[in-house]
């Protein structure tokens, strides 16, 4: 178990203090007093399990900027195209569908960034990690994704019809 | 009276493919292909409805509040949805699931069952 740090309680107060004000969305003292108090009590207590390695990463610009640039540009984009060849698929009557189970390498080192790009593929319809795997002679870790439509079966090519476009985008933000 | 086609269009971008998604969960041959077109309604499928109903709750109703709040239900979709499928897809193919048809290629079966 981890130790409750000062920074990591910082954070989550932050954090909970923004979804308090998103949800209340009422700026009377009354309302704020109340939330930083709670906020500051989850804070105290949740700290060590949501903040794992360095709580302030987030203040970096350069990370901040393609942090939002990639959620806000690149990720939507790939939604939008993914979403559409799924519809294609469905309203063509789910004959050509040719479903599989591939196993890609990731670039991504970290916890965060393995989670951020599983995430992501599991978001974009038509992709769903299904287990990541750790091979600890190469210090990589590689993905094992449900594909609906298999157009490749060479682990590198089909990561990067999988992934290319998210990791490039994400490597930026972590490593 | 723009504003309202506008939000129009993205509730009808949203239910098209909430349609899609629904089509695909009943249509698809097995368990997985299914989870993959349910994916569908919970990404274009609420982001359309909840972007046509910011818009209209922020400059039809003038209401911050509203328009807030519908954002984070997006956002907190968007969070949590593929944990949720990650996982229920997980635990199918541990508990046993697997397609009538054979699947194309299968490297999780083929590394980690015995």
Redesign the interface.
Known sequence: MQKTKLPAVVATFVVCFA?WI??T??FSAQELIAGAVVSLCVALFAARFFIHKKAGWLANPAKFFSCLGFWLCIFPVE??KA?VN??K???G??KN???????VPTAMKSDYGVAAV???I??????????V?EDPQEQRNYL?V?W?N?EE?DPAKAGEAIKGTLEKGLRRVWQ | MVLRIVCDVFFLIGLIFALAGTLGILKMPDTFSRMQASTCVSTLGTLGVCIGGVLYAAIGMHSASAAVKIAVIGLLILITNPIGSHVLARGAYKAGIRPEKKMETDDLGRDFDE
Do not use: D, Q, R
């Open positions: 979804f998103l949800l969305w009422s939604l939008w979403n799924m519809a698929i469905v309203f009557g789910c569908v040719n479903p599989g189970i591939v196993k599983s995430n992501s599991t978001l974009t319809p038509g992709t769903i990690t299904m287990e795997a094992y449900h609906i298999v079966t």
